[in-house]
């Protein structure tokens, strides 16, 4: 507890050295774009080697209006920028994470495709197939598809966006004051990946929070037919971290994104 304030202790159990640091300077990046209307974050109210403290947080029912102040705020987020594609948050430099596993970062003018390809999907697609979950058949389609990828074909010149990164519904908390992200893996990188991932898991009045986003920042045309090409980073982390059950899903979005 600090002074009044209602606080949530996250203690490390699994996480790496350093994954709570890098978790609040994620936090706190993300939260700087509050100033610029952008989404409202989790405060963290201290952090050691053990224990992240955060700002306990009182869920609310979804609302329609909820949900499309929270799509514009997110495109105000998004707005905010990185310095580059896979840049972490300004001002840190330590390691970053997705969960348990490390998250490349860099600090080069590499293209989306290029870092996305290499640091999003390759890079747990190995991990995947190290550990058994996924077979060299389907890796092979994976691997056709981060070549289209990775040689910029679905590049578009968007401007490096302030992703959460992690924006699965379970890190996306309905309140009184509005939804209240948490729990990021903050990242510069392309603002339809955030999108895509809200996709892939659920949730709540998504549609609802499309819209609220497309009236702040329309969304380049055809970003639907590209929601797998954005999922592929996640089913590729998952499929390392989870097991073959996702390997199916992952050829499905590598399949799709070799069909655009």
């Not at 578009?156 to 379970?170: F, K």
């Amino acid at each position: 507890m600090a002074g009044s304030l209602r606080t949530f202790r996250k203690q490390r159990r699994a996480e790496a050295a350093g994954a709570f640091a890098a978790e609040a300077a994620g936090l706190d990046w993300l939260r700087a774009a509050e100033e610029r209307g952008g989404a409202l974050i989790a405060r963290v109210v201290s952090v050691t080697e053990d224990v992240l403290e955060l700002e306990l947080l009182a869920d609310a029912p979804p609302t329609r209006d909820a949900a499309r102040r929270f799509g514009a705020a997110l495109a105000a987020t998004h707005d905010a920028g990185a310095a580059g594609f896979g840049a972490p948050p300004d001002g840190w430099d330590g390691s970053c994470f997705l969960g348990r596993q490390d998250l490349p970062t860099r600090r080069d003018d590499s293209s989306w495709g290029r870092f996305y390809a290499e640091d999003r999907v390759l890079h747990y697609l190995g991990r995947a197939e190290t550990r058994g979950h996924v077979d060299a058949g389907a890796a092979g389609i994976v691997r056709r598809a981060c070549d289209r990828i990775a040689a910029g074909d679905f590049d578009d010149g968007d401007q490096p966006a302030r992703l959460h990164g992690d924006l699965w519904n379970g890190n996306v908390i309905w309140t009184a004051d509005g939804v209240v992200l948490i729990d990021p893996a903050a990242a510069g990188g392309h603002r339809e990946s955030d999108l895509a991932m809200l996709d892939l898991f659920g949730c709540p009045l998504l549609e609802d929070i499309v819209a609220g986003y497309q009236e702040a920042h329309p969304l380049e045309p055809g970003w639907r037919d590209r929601l797998q090409l954005h999922q592929l980073h996640p089913l590729a982390v998952h499929a390392a971290s989870h097991g073959a059950s996702y390997s199916a899903p992952l050829v499905r979005a590598a399949e799709a994104v070799l069909a655009v």
